[in-house]
T-cell receptor, first 113, second 112 residues
Framework: DGGITQSPKYLFRKEGQNVTLSCEQNLNHDAMYWYRQDPGQGLRLIYYSQIVNDFQKGDIAEGYSVSREKKESFPLTVTSAQKNPTAFYLC????????????FGDGTRLSIL | QKEVEQNSGPLSVPEGAIASLNCTYSDRGSQSFFWYRQYSGKSPELIMFIYSNGDKEDGRFTAQLNKASQYVSLLIRDSQPSDSATYLCAVISSGTGNQFYFGTGTSLTVIP
């Protein structure tokens, strides 16, 4: 079955630690996205990528980094510079940016220890 | 002004009633419109998309688009308790390089 796989489902971060959230898709989609969702809030765009080896900052990129070395993979690193990382992180993909709907993975819930 | 605006609710309807969810958008050149359903603690799930003015029906769901008034709505007929969720409106804004914008969502509760 085609889909988007995010791992882990739950993640805990210690102070000063970088953590990486995995996102893999087998839908052959060109575009991939990372969102952050805080309790009772909407989705906020962190980074997006339209093509391999290229990505752009979203509205809240500070304290985060990404890479897009393969079409199917778009990992997100939450660095120690992100002082309030506790949130629900959602990865999405679309055929291409512009007209197509985005489809979401199941999300990763990140908490601070 | 936000690109996409929704009434956050909560909206409560009795079981079997019609639930009406509304969304307005600011970019008149927008061409693609989507409705997502998000259950508490889960990720958003695409339930409807609409590209042309008018109505689009899929089972108990009807999406309505009025580009002149810049609003899109979602009607849920014969509402069921399992429809209780937050509904997110999303728009692709051609004026900002085809960026995808989400509203903050409307919380719907269907009362048995």
């Amino acid at each position: 079955d085609g889909g988007i796989t995010q791992s882990p489902k739950y993640l805990f971060r210690k102070e000063g630690q970088n953590v990486t959230l995995s996102c893999e898709q087998n839908l052959n989609h060109d575009a991939m996205y990372w969102y952050r969702q805080d309790p009772g809030q909407g989705l906020r765009l962190i980074y997006y990528s339209q093509i391999v080896n290229d990505f752009q900052k979203g509205d809240i990129a500070e304290g985060y980094s990404v890479s897009r070395e393969k079409k199917e993979s778009f990992p997100l690193t939450v660095t120690s510079a992100q002082k309030n990382p506790t949130a629900f992180y959602l990865c999405a993909s679309s055929v291409r940016q512009g007209w197509e709907p985005q489809h979401f993975g199941d999300g990763t819930r990140l908490s601070i220890l | 002004q936000k690109e996409v605006e929704q009434n956050s609710g909560p909206l409560s309807v009795p079981e079997g009633a019609i639930a009406s969810l509304n969304c307005t958008y600011s970019d008149r050149g927008s061409q693609s419109f989507f409705w997502y359903r998000q259950y508490s603690g889960k990720s958003p799930e695409l339930i409807m998309f609409i590209y042309s003015n008018g109505d689009k029906e899929d089972g108990r769901f009807t999406a309505q688009l009025n580009k002149a008034s810049q609003y899109v709505s979602l009607l849920i007929r014969d509402s069921q308790p399992s429809d209780s969720a937050t509904y997110l409106c999303a728009v692709i804004s051609s004026g900002t390089g085809n960026q995808f914008y989400f509203g903050t969502g409307t919380s719907l509760t269907v009362i048995p």
